[in-house]
């Protein structure tokens, strides 16, 4: 029997043929991968597959044990998600990004060493950027630069981080890292750009708002989730990933309240909660990693659903600004069902999958009795209520009614998101389902009394507040506006820099240039003829001298003394011509020349040599 | 009685606020028949999550509405 090939080839070789399918055949065809990806990956068993050797290091293609079979499961589950979600999409870029983008990230979930995990990572990035570019739009071109550019940085980290480590090792199999020296902060780094640590996370509100809607399905779940397997794979119990983690909690709902792009929210509300699941990853107990890798699990799911249903608003609207939108539950109610659906799952309210993901790395902060981090994740809960449960359903489809009457979203988007939300509510009635996937062992009840109370009263006062503040005109009016962010470090800040290098920098290199130039033509012009200055300069001081010293009144003098001023100007003359030999000079080729210098480096050699012996 | 639905009538919102004040009445008298299992003392508190929640979400919207949107908005245009 041959073996079936790793997920990452399917999806990769499979999306070679894509352009060979025409109109409706294309997405069908698209959809057919990832289930075949998928009845393969469950026909493996556990261990290393695909086993080969590249300069004496071992590379594995597929390694299947229980952290990279549960991305494997719900990677699958949202690909095929995601691809019904593009039916309406017939363009080969889209299927083929995606496709590629999809089966690379499967690709670094699955890959047992460094080498193969470097090569996917980057294949994921570009995929990722011709994802961003398929918008076709001006802000989605430059955007996908500034992506790419980013990303590309991130690769150099991991790239150098790697070398050292296999330096160091001699192995390049991938496994705990651990923060021990320079090579493995270099890796750490690297995953953390894709992770969007603060201050390295401008990418996802820059580019993620500018993809299509379809595209964006995919870009909000695969690149920072696998950046998450990574790290939870080479770094659990780091403890930077705390702080890291619960800083990234806190500052991106700041900036969601004011935003005013409902898909810069969900970017923002993106890294808010992959600030969960570091925290998770660094608390590093067996509790926080399976609450952390349980939230991937949950996260992708009702990510994908406010992703797809901002999408399909977007789709039918074109629009996606809170200032634009409302009243929209006339025309899409079954989209704004949806919508709340998602918001209530990424709230963590009790009977959505939230509630049985994130609690676990919230109970594991209060385990190890960590009270900033615990107040911070707590304060982040409230901020995830206002921003993703309260502003995307209420200014997409509530608040003011905008006049936009429009149709309900297309059928395969429905049943797209029909899907997702069942999902949601499924995994959070049942998390034991959930919890018998995670990759330690797991004994954690989220429904208890005190727990479902606590959330409760912890929302529904936090939503009582909304209520409070809206009513007596506190809440802050949405407003028309570009908020500024860290990529204005580089979006502004590069700008000055060009132009310094334009301006001043350029300056400078010119003026350089004539100098040495001025400098080398007067060096030739003194080798042409050596003796001419000390000649002139002779020459000059003997006319001076004989004016001083000779008398006036003598006859003989001004006679001489003009004969010695025709040779001096005759020889200033010659600074601009040079002067003529004369055929009768001796000349020998420049050879003669070169010649003799050897022979008086060959004559320095010897007696140097001489002198050391 | 108007047809329009419940959140465009401000009559049938008082209504709807007056339910929402009532359930949160409950679940503060909750509160008391069930048994926590704090990890911090203050959870012990009477209504520590409920005012926790309440507190932050002003917070929130305070700093975001007064310290953060003066800092950092700017034109549409900015980039272009």
Redesign the interface.
């Given at each position: 029997m041959i073996s079936p090939l790793p997920p990452a080839l399917i999806f990769i070789i499979g999306a070679l043929f894509i352009p060979l399918f025409r109109g409706t055949m294309k997405g069908i065809y698209a959809l057919i991968i990832p289930i075949v990806s998928f009845v393969s990956m469950m026909s493996m068993s556990a261990g290393n597959h695909w086993n080969y050797s590249f300069l004496d290091l071992s590379i594995t293609l597929f390694r299947y044990d229980n952290l990279s079979i549960f991305f494997g499961y719900i990677y699958h589950l949202i690909a095929i998600i995601s691809i019904i979600f593009s039916q309406h999409v017939k363009n080969n870029t889209h299927y083929m990004a995606a496709l590629i983008y999809s089966g690379s990230a499967l690709g670094v979930v699955f890959a047992g060493d460094l080498i193969s995990l470097f090569i996917f990572w980057e294949m994921m990035a570009l995929a990722a950027t011709m994802l961003v570019w398929d918008a076709k739009t001006k802000e989605s071109y430059g955007a996908g630069f500034r992506y790419l550019l980013f990303h590309i940085i991130g690769g150099l980290f991991l790239l150098a981080g790697i070398a050292i480590t296999i330096y160091e090792t001699g192995s390049a199999e991938f496994n705990f890292i651990g923060l021990k020296g320079l090579g493995s902060w270099l890796i750490f780094i690297g995953f953390g750009i894709n992770c969007a640590w603060p201050g390295l996370h401008a990418w996802i509100p820059d580019a993620y708002p500018n993809t299509t809607p379809a595209g964006g399905v995919f870009m909000w779940t695969f690149t920072t989730k696998t950046a998450i397997y990574t790290l939870a794979r080479g770094f659990p119990g780091a403890e930077p990933l705390i702080w890291i983690g619960a800083i990234m909690t806190v500052f991106p709902?700041?900036?969601a309240?004011?935003e005013n792009n409902l898909r810069k929210v969900l970017s923002y509300s993106l890294m808010n909660q992959l600030g969960y699941m570091v925290c998770g990853i660094g608390i590093g107990t067996t509790l926080s990693l399976n609450g952390a890798i349980s939230h991937v699990f949950c996260h992708i799911l009702y990510k994908a659903l406010l992703v797809m249903s901002m999408g399909a608003v977007m789709y039918r609207t074109g629009k996606i600004n809170c200032t634009d939108l409302g009243g929209l539950y006339k025309s899409m109610p079954m989209t704004a069902v949806f919508c709340i659906i998602g918001a209530m799952s990424i709230s963590a309210f009790p009977l959505f999958n939230g509630f049985v993901s994130k609690a676990m790395v919230v109970?594991a902060a209060?385990?190890g009795?960590m009270?900033v981090v615990?107040f911070l994740l707590?304060?982040a809960s409230?901020?995830v209520?206002?921003h993703a449960g309260i502003k995307v359903p209420f200014h997409a489809f509530?608040a003011h009614?905008s006049g936009i009457r429009t149709k309900e979203a297309p059928t395969h988007m429905l049943i797209a998101m029909g899907v997702t939300a069942f999902l949601c509510i499924f995994t959070g009635l049942f998390p034991s389902y959930l919890y018998a996937l995670l990759p330690y062992p797991v004994e954690y009840e989220p429904y208890?009394?005190?727990h479902i109370?606590?959330?409760?009263?912890?929302?529904?006062?936090?939503a009582?507040?909304?209520?409070l503040?809206v009513k007596y005109g506190?809440?802050?009016a949405e407003?028309?506006?570009?908020?500024?962010?860290i990529d204005w470090t580089y979006?502004k800040l590069g700008r000055l820099f060009v132009r310094f290098c334009e301006g001043p920098l350029t300056g400078f290199r010119e003026a350089m240039a004539r100098t040495s130039q001025r400098i080398v033509k007067a060096a030739i012009k003194f080798a042409t003829d050596p003796l001419l200055v000390p000649e002139l300069i002779v020459k000059g001081a003997y006319v001076g001298i004989y004016k001083a010293l000779t008398s006036l009144e003598d006859q003989r003098r001004n006679e001489r003394l003009h004969q010695l001023e025709a040779k001096l100007n005759y020889l200033r003359g010659l600074k601009e011509t040079g002067r003529y030999y004369g055929t009768d000079m001796p000349k020998r080729p420049l050879g003669w020349g070169v010649l003799i210098a050897f022979a008086l480096i060959f004559l320095y050699m010897i007696v140097y040599m001489f002198r050391v012996g | 009685m108007s047809d329009k639905p419940y959140?465009?009538d401000p009559k049938k919102a008082n209504r709807l606020?007056k339910i929402?004040y009532g359930?949160?009445a409950i679940?503060?008298i909750?509160?008391f028949?069930?048994?926590?299992?704090s990890?911090?003392p203050w959870?012990d508190f009477p209504?520590f999550?409920?005012?926790?929640?309440?507190?932050?979400?002003?917070v929130?919207?305070?700093?975001?509405?007064h310290l953060?949107?003066p800092?950092?908005?700017?034109?549409?245009?900015?980039?272009d």
């Open positions: 709902i700041f900036f309240v004011v109970d209060g385990q009795a009270v615990w707590m304060f409230v901020g209520l206002e509530f009614d208890t009394a005190a109370v606590t959330t409760m009263q912890l929302l529904s006062f936090g009582l507040a909304y209520i503040l506190i809440f802050p407003m028309r506006a570009t908020n500024l962010d979006r | 959140f465009e606020l929402l359930y949160l679940l503060l909750a509160e028949f069930i048994h926590k299992h990890y911090f959870e209504f999550h409920a005012i926790y929640g309440f507190v932050v979400f002003v929130l919207i305070l700093i975001a509405k953060l949107r800092l950092i908005k700017r034109r549409e245009d900015y980039y």
